[in-house]
Nanobody, 126 residues
Framework: QVQLVESGGGLVQAGGSLRLSCAAA????????MAWFRQAPGKEREFVAA????????SYADSVKGRFTISRANAKNTVYLQMNSLEPEDTAVYYC???????????????????WGQGTQVTVSS
């Protein structure tokens, strides 16, 4: 069983930056491909970014490509989401997720992830 705890959310003006962190406890970190998802008010949860165990391969939603960067520090059992050039449309609760499927690739669908954090709120003001 793995527990995920997100941090780093907050209120920022449009054009600003935030870095989210997701720390994992329990389980075997090397088994997990990781991802970030987000859910805006009144909308379904959507994929944001994913990374393989090594960090060597990543995937991004088109809406964040070029602005967000996912990375991981395996020695710290932590995955990050650096968010730059934030827009009001990025306002959402951001969740990190861990997948028990083969960690040498990344996954972009919710049902491919078995463990979820509690979420951290990101609010971007215009």
């Amino acid at each position: 069983q793995v527990q995920l705890v997100e941090s780093g959310g907050g209120l920022v003006q449009a054009g600003g930056s935030l870095r989210l962190s997701c720390a994992a406890a329990g389980g075997t970190w090397s088994n997990y491909a990781m991802a970030w998802f987000r859910q805006a008010p009144g909308k379904e949860r959507e994929f944001v970014a994913a990374v393989t165990w090594s960090g060597g391969s990543t995937s991004y939603a088109d809406s964040v490509k070029g602005r967000f960067t996912i990375s991981r520090a395996n020695a710290k059992n932590t995955v990050y989401l650096q968010m730059n050039s934030l827009e009001p449309e990025d306002t959402a609760v951001y969740y990190c997720a861990a997948s028990l499927y083969y960690s040498g690739t990344y996954y972009t669908r919710e049902n491919e992830y078995q463990y979820w954090g509690q979420g951290t709120q990101v609010t971007v003001s215009s």
